[in-house]
């Protein structure tokens, strides 16, 4: 029986937006400046850099400059030629920025995003839309001021990303939800002879609404607007996108899932391992200092301790209002103060999930999760917007939270039951603590004499669990259905003990899925259960068309 069109969710409404009609289009006005901004910065360095004398003058009031280029230039009376030089030289320039802005065009369809670029080495980039790892929109400090934003579309494979930089921050948006209902499988026909957006357009319905000019009840007519509003209506939509780094509140939930307060954030950069570098660092120095050593120690390592206040203010401004909930498109992060990102990440895109627990969080309960996605193969990433960690810090309560949105359908009872006993279980004083997982035996002290005792895996359903790791205590899910292969390995020493290792395969990133030490026999079970759970979870696996489980429609019907 069909159902009625309003038990359809309304993302998953065909897109709407003009750039995926397939046609060539051109990126934000302003992308040859902001491109173009580390040579605009040289040349001001430059000019600076010859003229100091006249700048300090400028604030001091005092003639204490001469023999610079503007002297030389007035003694020989060349002023005339310098102006026409200078305007020259902008000239170039303007043209050059127009002609690459002119050149670098962007289409999206059904099947692919693909981009042109360049003067003289042309450049033709694709990604194929079912390939699609995740999208990333990210507003750096500068392109928030002029309303622009950066679309990265990660897909798998080898420098296969595609950055549409610059866009329009409500344009980014709207073509990030599009591309990833076209990701989804969503497709659906317009009608003949119909704008995109005319059924529904929001400026159709206004105009619709407005009262006719000789209503009685009509407002009075406004002028058109003059260039006091426009430039207030600019500022105040600045701000406005400043405060939400979500443009469409419609596009993810309004409140994320986890909160970080600052000084959780704050505690968690400044307890790291980089803080034990930085201590040992200064305490060799002190130690040289105090021995006589020669100066060459202290030139060697003071810079790179006064540079790390830089690294410390970078860590804690990048992750400063860090959110993430569930969409109908995937996992949706953001994070970012000056500079803001917010990455989605569609159902069945992360590979693998590790939860770890520095030694020196461990006191304050606090946990880590980062993931592995196919897109962070690339051997080259145009820019820091897609992120590896999905929860830079937080509780045993909000990883839980956190891998019910990774993991969908991972959340009953057991399954937490499970992820707990893997976080916190295997000490050996919780004689009476249940544990389910199939752990290392006792002879594997002779190789792991401090974390065997910790070192097990479990499968529970389409998910396999290993739990290592004593200083860092690490929980490693993988999903069957994204594994790409299992390995057991015995050398020399573990062949004389009846051990082995396992090896479960996922994409390069930073979790690595790996036993050192297991009982031969159990290795033997562990290779039979991946392998066989690994095709029976790809064969029942539709996340690469997510948008078709949803409850079939009208609309889904014509999406079809």
Known sequence: MTEPAAAVPAPLAAPRTDLTDGEWHRLHPATPLLRGGIF?????????????????????????????????????????????????????????????????????????????????????????????????????????????????????????????????????????????????????????????????????????????????????LIGPPTAHSALGDFATARFNEFRAPELNPDAAPPESIVRIPPGRLIGSVVLSGFTVFLLLAGVGLIISVIAGSSGWVLVAVLPGLIGSAGYYFSRITKTLRFSIAGTTDGVRVGYGLLSTSSQTLPPGRIHAIKVSQPILWRRFGWWQVSINTAGQTSGRSSGAVTSTTLLPVGTLADVEKVLQLALPGFDTDAHRALVENGMLGGRKRDAGLADFYSNAPARAVWLRPFSWWRTGWAVSGPVALIRRGVLSRDLILVPLARMQGVRISQGAVRRRLRLASADLHTVAGPVSASLSVIDVDEALVLFEWMSTGAVRSALADTSHHWSRTATPGPATEAAE
């Open 40 to 220: 605009m910065v040289a040349i001001i360095g430059f000019i600076v850099a010859n003229l100091r004398e006249r700048l300090i003058d400028l604030f001091i009031g005092e003639e204490n400059y001469g023999g610079d280029p503007i002297d030389e230039i007035y003694q020989r009376g060349a002023t005339g030629w310098a102006l026409l030089i200078i305007a020259g030289i902008l000239l170039v320039i303007l043209v050059a920025f127009y002609l690459s802005w002119r050149m670098h065009t962007f289409r999206v369809n059904g099947e692919v995003v693909e981009v042109r670029s360049g003067l003289v080495f042309r450049s033709h980039r694709k990604a194929r839309l079912d390939r699609v790892q995740g999208v990333n929109l990210a507003r750096p400090l500068i392109p928030r001021l002029f309303g622009a934003a950066r679309l990265e579309i990660t897909v798998a494979g080898q420098d296969g990303n595609v950055q549409l930089a610059y866009l329009g921050s409500k344009l980014a948006d709207d073509l990030r939800r599009d591309i990833l209902h076209l990701a989804s499988g969503l497709r659906q026909a317009r009608q003949p002879g119909t704008a995109p957006d005319a059924p529904d357009a929001p400026g159709a319905l206004a105009a619709a609404a407005q009262p006719l000019p000789g209503d009685s009840a009509a407002p009075p």
